[in-house]
């Protein structure tokens, strides 16, 4: 080998479709189609973007699956009215890159910790048992060796839900799952994150969340919880130096052939 990775790094051309969402999220992005007004219509976007039906389509279903744009039966694609709609265009266009993994941990410390002590005074009998129930399918699934994501966001979902303020729910559901990078679907998710021993310790910080929740000390599960995400931080980082250092050593080995 005489080079870097720089030769083996392939461009990948965008899909039409990704391209249409790009000009159409700009569009939300300026206001130029406000919350609430309806999108043209199939025609006439495959008359704009001069692509076929398929390609509109494909590209409607990705913008309302980041909850921008939603269709309704008979009556076409309208924008979204949720005051998250524009967080919902940035965080969507984040992409992938490793800073983001980060930014999006940072974004959580500011809204979780202080969702946990809500939870703990505000939360009731049924919304308690929601928190339960997602903590054990997420035991369920790591027992089984099957992806724990789903419920891993469950359990911070359930928490921000028995807030009782909807506004927690809605910042977790735009970041999707761009929130666990644990995921073996997150764009940011490694073997390490994956291990059995790495989701282990990720379960014994939930129980200590979940008993100041259901012991009703808000202090506690804000603890918890700085604790918890401040921990996901750190093991973030210490993946991209081991990443480096691996890629540095790599190069080195190459360059001694």
Not at 61 to 77: F, M, S
Request: with cysteine.
């Amino acid at each position: 080998m005489s080079d870097t990775a720089n030769d083996l790094r392939v461009e990948r051309k965008p899909k039409l479709s990704e391209t249409v969402v790009g000009a159409i999220r700009k569009q939300l992005q300026a206001g130029e189609i406000p919350p609430g007004h309806k999108l043209p219509t199939e025609g006439q976007l495959t008359e704009t973007f001069g692509v076929s039906r398929t390609v509109i389509r494909e590209a409607l279903a990705k913008l309302a699956a980041d909850g921008l744009v939603e269709p309704r039966q008979g009556a076409g694609v309208f924008v979204t009215e949720h005051i998250s709609t524009m967080f919902g265009a940035l965080a969507a266009d984040m992409g992938a890159k490793d800073s983001v993994a980060l930014n999006v941990l940072e974004v959580r410390l500011a809204i979780e910790i202080e969702s946990a002590g809500l939870a703990a005074i505000r939360r009731n009998a049924a919304q308690e048992a929601a928190i339960q129930e997602a903590f054990f399918e997420f035991e369920r699934l790591l027992l089984d060796s099957q992806p724990t994501g789903p419920a891993d966001l469950a359990f911070h979902r359930a928490i921000a839900s028995a807030t009782n303020n909807p506004f927690y729910v809605e910042m977790l559901d735009v970041l999707g799952r761009r929130a666990i990078p644990c995921d073996v679907t997150s764009p940011w998710s490694t073997e390490l994150a994956q291990s059995d021993s790495y989701q282990r310790g990720l379960q014994r910080e939930h129980l200590v969340i979940l008993n100041a929740i259901t012991a009703g000390d808000a202090e506690a599960a804000r603890e918890a919880m700085r604790t918890h995400l401040g921990a996901s931080q750190q093991r973030y980082r210490e993946r991209l130096q081991a990443r480096q250092a691996y890629y540095a050593s790599s190069v080195k080995a190459a360059a001694g052939e």
